[in-house]
Nanobody
């Protein structure tokens, strides 16, 4: 059974940084693409970032390019997202996602975590 557990969310002021973590279990982590989606209040879920199975490819939404960095540690079965220069519009529930395909993970990822709240005050 695939399980994704996010951590690292919280309340910060605009301009601050946070690092989200996602611990995965239940299958061979190193063969899956990993990523993050987010959902702001009254908005649809949107793709944020993803990385391929070996961490050699990266994909970012335009809204976070240059501010967010995704990385993974296959030895620890964990994916991270470093979020710098946070803005109030980054406020959302952030979901860790997983899929066999680096393409599908950007649109309809197969597996989802429960989410962690990130709130950025102005």
């Amino acid at each position: 059974q695939v399980q994704l557990v996010e951590s690292g969310g919280g309340l910060v002021q605009a301009g601050a940084s946070l690092r989200l973590s996602c611990a995965a279990s239940g299958r061979t982590f190193s063969t899956y693409a990993m990523g993050w989606f987010r959902q702001a209040p009254a908005k649809e879920r949107e793709f944020v970032a993803a990385t391929g199975w070996n961490g050699a490819l990266y994909y970012y939404a335009d809204s976070v390019k240059g501010r967010f960095t995704i990385s993974r540690d296959n030895d620890k079965n964990t994916v991270y997202m470093q979020m710098n220069s946070l803005k109030p519009e980054d406020t959302a529930v952030y979901y860790c996602v997983e899929d066999l395909s680096s393409r599908s993970i950007q649109t309809i990822p197969r597996y989802w975590g429960q989410g962690t709240q990130v709130t950025v005050s102005s």
